[in-house]
Structure formats: structure tokens, C-alpha cells
Nanobody, 125 residues
Framework: VQLQASGGGLVQAGGSLRLSCATS????????MGWFRQAPGNERKFVAA????????NYVDSVKGRFIISRDAAKNTAYLQMNSLKPADTAVYYC???????????????????WGQGTLVTVSS
């Protein structure tokens, strides 16, 4: 099982980026996908999650209305569309997967089985 995150880069405040997380090695559609981020000097924190069906999503309050998580089963890929970016969004973004989607667990790092390598997002002011 491998997760490959990509799409990070340098963007000005107010701009947009779309992160991708390509999955290989197992049945993709059955697994929930999550995005986490880790800013310099800080712990890794939950950003967003999506169920295997794509019908349920969850976001941390600070990104609601700005970020959109989605998935494309045909491409075995999950996405994080990030709009109206702020300098506070600067971090390394990680994608992760877990066997099921539970509202009580989607924000917990320990609940995720597999992790991608991270992609750096830098938002300049």
C-alpha cells in the first residue's frame, strides 16, 4: 500500500492550490482518506477527511468554506482543493487512509493505517 502526495508549492495569500494523493496497492474505494498538516515547530493536525463513498466529509473549523476534499475512484486519487489560502496554512500536508469512516475517529492520527510522504505548501503574505 502506497500513498503519494503531490501538488504543494509556493503561493501568495488569497491564492489556490490543489493537492493530490494517489493510492496504489489495494482496493481504494473502500477506505476513508484524510489530510493532515504540520507547520514548522508544531504537531501534525487534522485538516479534512472523506468517506470511501465520498458522501461524507469532515473539516477542521479553520478551513471550512475554503478547502474542499474529494476523491476520484477511477483514478484512485483523493484531492484537497485549497482556496483563499492564508500564511497560517503554510505546512507540510500529509494524506492518509483508514479502513472505515467514523466521525469520532477521522481527526485522530492514530486511527490512520497508511501515510503518504507529505508535500510542502508555503503561503506568502
Amino acid at each position: 500500500v502506497q500513498l503519494q502526495a503531490s501538488g504543494g508549492g509556493l503561493v501568495q495569500a488569497g491564492g489556490s492550490l490543489r493537492l493530490s494523493c494517489a493510492t496504489s496497492g489495494r482496493t481504494y474505494s473502500a477506505y476513508a482518506m484524510g489530510w493532515f498538516r504540520q507547520a514548522p515547530g508544531n504537531e501534525r493536525k487534522f485538516v479534512a477527511a472523506i468517506s470511501g463513498s465520498g458522501k461524507r466529509t469532515n473539516y477542521v473549523d479553520s478551513v471550512k468554506g475554503r478547502f474542499i476534499i474529494s476523491r476520484d475512484a477511477a483514478k484512485n486519487t483523493a484531492y484537497l482543493q485549497m482556496n483563499s489560502l492564508k500564511p497560517a496554512d503554510t505546512a507540510v500536508y500529509y494524506c492518509a487512509s483508514k479502513a472505515d469512516y467514523s466521525e469520532s475517529e477521522v481527526a485522530l492520527m492514530a486511527a490512520y493505517e497508511f501515510w503518504g510522504q507529505g508535500t510542502l505548501v508555503t503561503v506568502s503574505s
